[in-house]
């Protein structure tokens, strides 16, 4: 008995050790932000100073507003090319199946740096593509998609395969039995699929750098230009924000999920 | 019958028709580039680079960078899935939240968080480097880790335990060998990325940092596009021949259960 507490003792120690370790920097970071301080260590005061001139520094406000465009954008014509995508490879014989299957693995495995020159160099050659948003969201995309394609095809399998020869022969095409039978059967994979995706836009750095133009700044962007450089005291009022934003839509998204399964829970 | 199928089956060809386009013809145009000179001819002198030993020393040390902070992860979050997967926490949504929460914050601005507090501690240099990788990349490293401990099938475990096996025989025979596949993707997340980062020294490092990304990134910046595709081209091999091992070892694995 003495030793199990005694394990346990440690094993939460432990657990309180990597948290620290997780969240120090953060709220340094976030408790940071309430004083324009230059440099860490030194409080001046508490203030709301670095938020003022946060939300009037109009290169942060459009880079940040330029991040939500592209995640939103790329994410939504991924979940539906990849959603299309994965009902298609779902219904295919096995050698083009493989093969769809490892095209798709090839951006989820490839480091990002080599992903993001293979796209400069082709956009490069094709050059009516200009860089910015059109290179941006293509790249994006085409990054996006795959998760999309994993989010999905798990669920397909679930279905009832007849559902959809069943809308045929009732007369429907192909496209419309996909709009009324497939897809609201596939919604909350999508759902996930899109998330994703949005957040792999949002974190992306190495893409959006060589795929940008000078105009195109997304926070990643801005951040690793800025960061290289020195490190502005606004920017902790920025990423505190950004925090605060992303950790309220992942809790919401979690207790979102928990009250559905509850209730599923509840009902069987 | 055939009909519906075969309809169904279009539904992945604009995907296939995008994905020939924007992934297999860049990667085979980088493929080209590699291949040849400023002025478009054939030649090899692109990855005749690597006769340069500075290219090697760029090499090695984000091989060292790499096992390190793959190590270091591996050693904190082994533990840490451990103890998540077999506690009541594991039934607290809210705790396994807690950690897996930075997954899902910007790299770069958790990067920044590491070099507003230990810039000044430890100076720009291998050893902040090193924390900042760790700390990128650990949770990728729990996900893992976490998701196949907790899913473990606990018979195994009890048949072990009641056939007299010490907690540490336990652990060696049974808990880490079903544990592997966790262990090989966590690895996988980990060591490459590592290798193929170049904002964490650019922010945190100096130039004796300098890693295989930092070196393809320069080049890419300078405009030396048939040597930065090179070194694109290197990184994609190591990339699938990691890939491959631990595909290798994975299959294995599961071929013997």
New interface residues.
Partial sequence: MKIKAWKKVISYSFLALILIFTYLPIAVLVVYSFTDARSIGVWTGFTFELYAELFSDQEILSAILNSVILAVTSAGCATIIGTFAAVGIYSMKRIPRKLMEGTNQITMLNADIVTAIAFMLFFLIVQFIPFGWATLIISHTMVCIPYVVMSVLPRLSQLNPNLYEAGQDLGASPMRVMFTVMLPQLITAMLAGFMLSVTISLDDFVITKFNSNSEVVTISVYLYNKLKKGVKPVLRAMSTLILVVVTAVVVGINVGQKRRSDKVRKNV | ?NN??L??????????I??VV??????V??MF?AFVDGNGSFTFDNFLNFGNADVWKVLGRSFIMAFLTTVICLV?AY??AM??AN?R?NKS?TIV???V??M???????????????E?MLGRGFGLVLLGMV?DF?PFMLMPLYTILANMDHSYIEAAEDLGASPLKNFLTVILPLSVPGIISGVLMVF??T??T??VS??LGNPDTYMF?NL??YN?EKGY?NL??AY?IV??AL?GIT?LIANRITAVRGGKK
């Avoid at chain 2, 924007?22 to 990667?27: A, D, K, R």
């Avoid at chain 2, 899902?104 to 230990?118: H, T």
């Fill in positions: 019958m519906s199928k309809s169904k089956q279009m539904f992945a060809l604009p995907y296939a995008l994905a924007f992934v297999i013809i860049p990667l145009i980088m580039t904190l533990p840490t103890i998540l506690s926490l949504a939240m807690l950690f929460l930075p899902w914050i910007n790299s770069l601005l958790r990067i920044y968080a590491v070099k507003l507090i230990f000044d700390y650990f490459m990325p290798v193929s170049f904002a650019d922010i990304g393809i990134n890419m596009y930065g595709s694109s990184m994609l990339i890939t």
